[in-house]
Each structure stands twice: as structure tokens, then as C-alpha cells.
């Protein structure tokens, strides 16, 4: 590809609605899985740092029976949507930052985040302040996509685009968002002096109906791969689209069976200790 298209897209998080059919969908089978994973008894309050729409809140409503939900998000425009997606009287929605949140210290009985660390420019201070507002013995976790391995939707498109335009190769997730692996996480969280501290694969089917199923929602505009995708000229779009119709794996049906695999980590804050 020439020069001709616009110069690299910048993220884009701020529509809820264009966000549910790309990546919405499946982030909540993936909040499921954690959520078994954690498997944290009724009755505590939680801290959902990095909201979003909502997906993870309203998860936890559904299978873990919390007393209290507080969701942060930098993202104004996303709040709306998780306002009206999550409608419970326990959970509240909030504008803050994840390295400067807006809340007190040991206020929660769970911290978790789904699918945000890596967005974040200081994700060490981001989980500082995650273990800081978690009680002593209180639980954090998160998630993130391993985008440079087993994440296949995002894994195919990048390398369609990157096989066509050489731009497009600083732009992978994969290469991006070195801190999507075991190590890294663990890492992270053992730094932040939490204890105890798990890793586990979680892979989630991401089955689609058909090309279009898969290849519509990047013309919206919602994430950083359908930036870069609204942001080409008509014929190179046209380019990268049957470059991936081609390669894509398609069942006798029309379908395409993929898998997107997520890094779960979790850890408790140290017990107080009297000196």
C-alpha cells in the first residue's frame, strides 16, 4: 500500500454501541470464565477499574451476588452505555483514572479490571492503585487479551493488513502490549507486593456466523483495528478484506470457528502487619 491513506489512526474507545458486536460479545464469555476462575463467595464489594460498557459489572451481578459495584472508566462516552446496560440500585458508575482512582484506601473487598492494563501508559501505578484500594487479604484480578498468540480474530486481521501494508505492522496489539503474557503479569503483580499470585489461560470460542459477521463490525470504527480499517482508501480496504476471506479458516456452513485466548492473573494485598 501507498501513502495515499490517512497517517496512523489513534485509539478509539468511545462508542459503546459499535463496541458490543467487535469485541463486547466476546469479552463477556471471557468475564464468565474469570469469574468462575475467582469464584469469590456473595456478599462484598467490588471495583471494576477500566468498566467500559459495563460487560464485567454487570457479570459480576449475575453470578457473584455483590453487595456493592463501583465502575471506574476514563472514557466519558462509554459510561451512558454502561448506565444503561447495568440498571441494579448496588452498582455505580464513575469518570476516573485507573492510575489515580478516585476512591479510598482498602474500600473493597475485590479489585478486578477486565481487558484494560494493557491501554494503560503506567500500568505498574495502575495496579499500584488497584492493590491500595483493595482491603488487607482483599483480592485483585484481571484479564487481558494475549494478543500476540491466540487472540485469532485480532491475530488474522494483523497479519492480513501487515502481509499488505507494512504501516500496518507497528499498529499489531501483539507487538504493542508486550505486558500480555504470564510472565509479564506476574511480574506486575508481585511488584505491586501482592501475594499469593495465579496466572491461567482462558479461551473463549469465538464463532462467527459468517464473513461479513467478522469483517462488518471493523467498519465501525470503535477499536484501534477498526480505526486503522475505517482510515484506508476504498480499494485497499477492498484489498485487506478478501485478503482475510481468504485466509480465514470457514466451516462447511459458511461459519468461522475461532479462539481468543486471555491471561487471568490474581493476587491478595498483604495482611497488615503491627510494628
Not at 28 to 42: D, E, G, K, V
Not at 69 to 98: E, H, W
Not at 153 to 163: I, K
Amino acid at each position: 500500500m501507498d501513502s495515499d491513506r490517512p497517517s496512523r489512526p489513534t485509539e478509539a474507545w468511545t462508542d459503546g454501541t459499535a463496541y458490543e458486536p467487535f469485541m463486547g460479545r466476546w469479552s463477556r464469555l471471557a468475564a464468565q470464565a474469570f469469574l468462575q476462575w475467582l469464584n469469590i463467595p456473595p456478599a462484598n464489594r467490588w471495583l471494576d477499574v477500566g468498566c467500559g460498557t459495563g460487560v464485567l459489572s454487570q457479570t459480576i451481578l449475575q453470578s457473584s451476588a455483590p453487595v456493592r459495584i463501583q465502575g471506574v472508566d476514563r472514557s466519558a462516552s462509554y459510561l451512558p452505555f454502561a448506565r444503561g446496560a447495568v440498571i441494579d440500585d448496588r452498582v455505580a458508575f464513575a469518570i476516573g483514572d485507573a492510575q489515580a482512582l478516585p476512591v479510598g484506601d482498602a474500600s473493597f473487598d475485590v479489585v478486578v479490571s477486565g481487558l484494560m492494563l494493557n491501554f494503560v501508559p503506567r500500568p505498574q501505578q495502575a495496579l499500584e492503585e488497584m492493590a491500595r484500594t483493595v482491603r488487607p487479604q482483599g483480592v485483585v484480578a484481571l484479564y487481558v487479551w494475549d494478543y500476540a498468540a491466540k487472540m485469532q480474530p485480532l491475530r488474522h486481521f494483523w497479519n492480513a493488513a501487515a502481509a499488505l501494508d507494512p504501516g500496518a505492522f507497528p499498529l499489531d496489539e501483539g507487538r504493542r502490549f508486550p505486558l500480555c503474557n504470564p510472565q509479564t503479569l506476574t511480574e506486575l503483580f508481585q511488584a505491586a507486593r501482592l501475594e499469593a499470585v495465579e496466572v491461567r489461560a482462558i479461551d473463549v470460542a469465538t464463532d462467527f456466523r459468517d464473513f461479513d459477521d467478522y469483517w462488518l463490525p471493523f467498519l465501525r470504527g470503535a477499536t484501534p483495528a477498526s480505526s486503522y480499517v475505517t482510515s484506508l482508501p476504498e480499494p485497499h480496504r477492498t484489498d485487506l478484506r478478501e485478503r482475510l476471506r481468504a485466509a480465514l479458516p470457514a466451516a462447511l456452513d459458511g461459519s468461522i470457528p475461532l479462539v481468543a485466548r486471555a491471561w487471568a492473573v490474581r493476587g491478595r494485598r498483604q495482611a497488615e502487619h503491627l510494628t
